[in-house]
């Protein structure tokens, strides 16, 4: 039905059961999977103040170990999930506004499905903190599955 599906995921228990279902419920034999972890801006911006303890250098070094750890966490839970299916899977680890960096890497690789999961926030939680999956909901030009 999808040949081409972008998973968002971001080691929380509901991004992971949004994957779980991509793979188990919607993705058919020879469906290709992306799977994108965006690391908030803010958490760069927090790695200046690291630098020069333990023996790390410069924010680009710090930046690459982060990058290098949360790689590892969710090609370690891709690797579970995917144990035993025949799934072809490509991960994305960028740095950014997750709810642009999604439709942007959504719109660049051809997907034709967006899965997100749901917090399921209240009005004034989504107003202060914003809604990553709400705002793709409303501005994703391709079909978009919120997982609650």
Not at 5 to 19: F, Q, R, W
Request: aromatic fraction near 4%.
């Amino acid at each position: 039905m999808f040949s081409k599906i972008l998973v968002a995921v971001d080691g929380s228990a509901k991004s992971n059961k949004a994957l779980k279902i991509a793979l188990e419920d919607v993705a058919d034999d020879g469906t290709e999977i992306h799977v994108i972890h965006v690391l908030s801006k803010h958490l760069y911006q927090a790695i200046e103040s690291e630098v020069g303890y333990d023996g790390v250098e410069s924010p680009h070094e710090i930046r690459r170990n982060l990058l290098d750890k949360e790689k590892e966490k969710v090609v370690s839970f891709l690797n579970e999930v995917c144990n035993g299916k025949n799934v072809r899977y490509e991960l994305h680890v960028l740095k950014g506004d997750p709810r642009h960096v999604i439709l942007d890497t959504a719109e660049e690789i051809g997907a034709d499905l967006i899965v997100v999961g749901s917090y399921g926030k209240g009005l004034g939680e989504r107003l202060i903190l914003g809604s990553v999956s709400s705002h793709i909901v409303s501005h994703s030009k391709i079909s978009t599955l919120v997982i609650k």
